[in-house]
């Protein structure tokens, strides 16, 4: 067999490889557009999880990405509030100082019922910082359906404004602080 056959397979295989897809809740790079805006006022960018985007800045490079982990982490925080267990698009971009409180509400809940409605999230500011992104928001939840009983850590139907943090842990970004800040937005 000469080495340029058995050569051929190899490097096919290596495409197959990489032509796999991932589940579908699991963060990939491919998403919206940096300028991720509804078409339509009353369509959400991922209705599957009741998630708006609105004002989505426009970072490049690495911050792209952490932009993304934020993304995916607003995405699966929504998500684990609709289904009452902890997404893995929750549990993959954020670290466990941030999960936990997710983890320990659930239980203290119980599944009694579950979130339904959308919720916008409004970029006020994305400031690159180093091996951190830092992020304000205003998270509109005015239209987020809370099912009675249900803990504040999951969700309430209010307008307040965030402060995130996304750090870079050796080479992935993850969600390493979600701060309620005082006032209104």
């Known amino acids: 067999m000469s080495p340029r056959r058995t050569a051929v397979p190899s490097a096919l295989l290596l495409l197959l490889l990489a032509g796999c897809s991932t589940p579908d809740d699991e963060p990939t790079a491919d998403g919206p557009s940096s300028s991720a805006t509804s078409d339509a006022a009353d369509e959400a960018d991922y209705p599957d999880e009741g998630v708006d985007l609105v004002g ?11 932009l993304r982990t934020y993304v995916d ?3 699966g925080r929504r998500l684990t509030a609709r289904e ?9 971009n954020a670290t466990a100082r941030v999960v936990d409180p997710y983890r320990e509400a659930l239980r ?19 400031e690159p910082h180093g091996d951190r992104l830092l992020i304000d928001v205003c998270i509109d939840a005015t239209q987020l359906q809370v099912p009675d009983g249900a803990p ?10 965030e402060h995130v943090e996304v750090t870079n842990i050796v080479g992935s970004w993850r969600v390493t602080g979600v701060d309620p800040v005082d006032g209104s937005c």
């Open 56 to 66: 989505t800045p426009e970072l490049e490079g690495v911050y792209a990405r952490a």
């Open 73 to 75: 982490f607003e995405r």
């Open 84 to 92: 009452g267990r902890v997404s893995r698009l929750l549990s993959f």
């Open 108 to 126: 203290a809940y119980d599944g009694r019922g579950t979130y339904a409605g959308d919720v916008t999230v409004e970029f006020v500011r994305a």
């Open 152 to 161: 504040t850590q999951l969700g309430e139907a209010t307008r307040a404004p």
